[in-house]
């Protein structure tokens, strides 16, 4: 794989969380902060669409419409205390922004617990373990959807989570330069060496 050294395009080490964890991540906050079954929250866009629920059935349909962040800020870490070698830390504070969309019996119920138990510290802190936070949570828009010929109520409530994405990149340490200062008079050669804490020039 190429670095720093080498010159070209610099991949990345790593990636952030796929789509497929992601969902997966945020279905289980759904879940377990609304106590909805777990096959009644389903993702919003799916390769194949299941069936869906009799109107009396509660449930919620979700996902993911948009990841903004700011700049990212690059960080550079040694990987042996013993050694000049080093990788460069992309930084990324990231939001991502979710619709959920309740419907059934119930639907302003269970929309309604996914608002208030968003504020619930403990709630906030199962989310954070796995590198995410809420950063809001509050408004509630009553609509309705058409579906087989009958009207459903529908609850959307948009989450915005916040994610801190690292990156690793092959972005190598200087570890030194050498070279030739020639004037009208003398020549005198100089080399630069790295060190833990800079550099050293010797001449």
């Not at 869906?52 to 419409?65: H, K, L, M, R």
Request: hydrophobic share 35%; glycine share 8%; with cysteine.
């Amino acid at each position: 794989m190429a670095d720093s050294s080498t010159g070209g395009y610099l991949q990345p080490n790593n990636l952030p969380s796929a789509d497929k964890l992601l969902h997966r991540v945020l279905h289980g906050y759904v879940v377990g902060v609304t106590g909805l079954i777990d096959g009644n929250v389903r993702p919003r866009w799916q390769k194949n669409p299941p069936e869906i629920p009799a109107s009396n059935v509660d449930w919620c349909a979700f996902g993911v419409t948009e990841i903004s962040g700011g700049h990212p800020y690059q960080v550079q870490v040694q990987v042996d205390d013993d050694s000049f070698d080093t990788k460069a830390n992309l930084v990324r504070d990231e939001l991502i922004t979710c619709q959920a969309s309740f419907y059934g019996e119930n639907s302003g119920l269970y929309s309604e617990r996914l608002v208030l138990g968003s504020s619930i510290a403990q709630n906030r802190e199962a989310l954070d373990l796995q590198g995410f936070s809420v950063i809001s949570a509050t408004t509630i828009l009553r609509s309705a959807e058409l579906v087989n010929d009958v009207w459903l109520d529908r609850q959307d409530i948009e989450i915005i989570f916040g994610r801190r994405v690292v990156v690793e990149y092959n972005v190598l340490h200087f570890l030194g330069a050498a070279g030739t200062m020639e004037t009208e008079t003398a020549a005198e050669s100089w080399s630069v060496e790295g060190y833990k804490n800079g550099y050293r020039v010797k001449c």
